[in-house]
T-cell receptor, first 113, second 110 residues
Framework: DTEVTQTPKHLVMGMTNKKSLKCEQH?????MYWYKQKAKKPPELMFV???????INESVPSRFSPECPNSSLLNLHLHALQPEDSALYLC????????????FGPGTRLTVL | QKEVEQNSGPLSVPEGAIASLNCTYS??????FFWYRQYSGKSPELIMS????GDKEDGRFTAQLNKASQYVSLLIRDSQPSDSATYLC??????????FGAGTRLFVKA
């Protein structure tokens, strides 16, 4: 299995809602990432997990809360988001955090009303 | 501020031509370099990685790296309309963070 999967594909939520994005990989990768991508912009790193531990938090607002339950799963919990948080949220994984290629999932298109 | 610079394009080439995409980076200690292709509305797809100076070929794609000039490029031979996409240059300097350029939009005319 060489895929990174993400659910849901699309999500519409109000500013008072709580929702979660899910990411899964079965490539045995030990590093997983969350990126945010706005239209016509490059992906912006949000969080890096290495061996299930949070290694990088790029000063992301606390309304975004990552969780890595095990080496194959990565969640992003969302609460009290703002309309400007609407974007494509991408999960990626790599063999190790310090090296090599990252492989991206298909993304979750998030709209905050 | 570590930066990765790309011409935003669009770069327009006729079908069958060579498309040349360029990228410069500011951090001299950068070690790993990647090219991703991203179709509109889709996620980035890794095309090539290159770690040492020189050329690396994979099918119709050739990545070129010149660390002295802090320059990396991607050549696409025999360009096809299906190659029309945004190409993202990405650089890793060490540590866990990969920095992406803003991307170059490529349009291949049939």
């Amino acid at each position: 299995d060489t895929e990174v999967t993400q659910t849901p594909k699309h999500l519409v939520m109000g500013m008072t809602n709580k929702k979660s994005l899910k990411c899964e990989q079965h490539m045995g990768h030990r590093a997983m990432y969350w990126y945010k991508q706005k239209a016509k912009k490059p992906p912006e790193l949000m969080f890096v997990y290495s061996y299930e531990k949070l290694s990088i938090n790029e000063s992301v607002p606390s309304r975004f809360s990552p969780e890595c339950p095990n080496s194959s799963l990565l969640n992003l919990h969302l609460h009290a988001l703002q309309p400007e948080d609407s974007a494509l949220y991408l999960c990626a994984s790599s063999q190790e955090a310090s090296n090599l290629e990252q492989f991206f999932g298909p993304g979750t298109r998030l709209t905050v009303l | 501020q570590k930066e990765v610079e790309q011409n935003s394009g669009p770069l327009s080439v006729p079908e069958g031509a060579i498309a040349s995409l360029n990228c410069t980076y500011s951090d001299r200690v950068s070690q790993s370099f990647f090219w991703y292709r991203q179709y509109s509305g889709k996620s980035p797809e890794l095309i090539m990685s290159i770690y040492s100076n020189g050329d690396k070929e994979d099918g119709r794609f050739t990545a070129q790296l010149n660390k002295a000039s802090q320059y990396v490029s991607l050549l696409i031979r025999d360009s096809q309309p299906s190659d029309s996409a945004t190409y993202l240059c990405a650089v890793k300097a060490g540590g866990f963070k990969t920095i992406f350029g803003a991307g170059t939009r490529l349009f291949v005319k049939a």
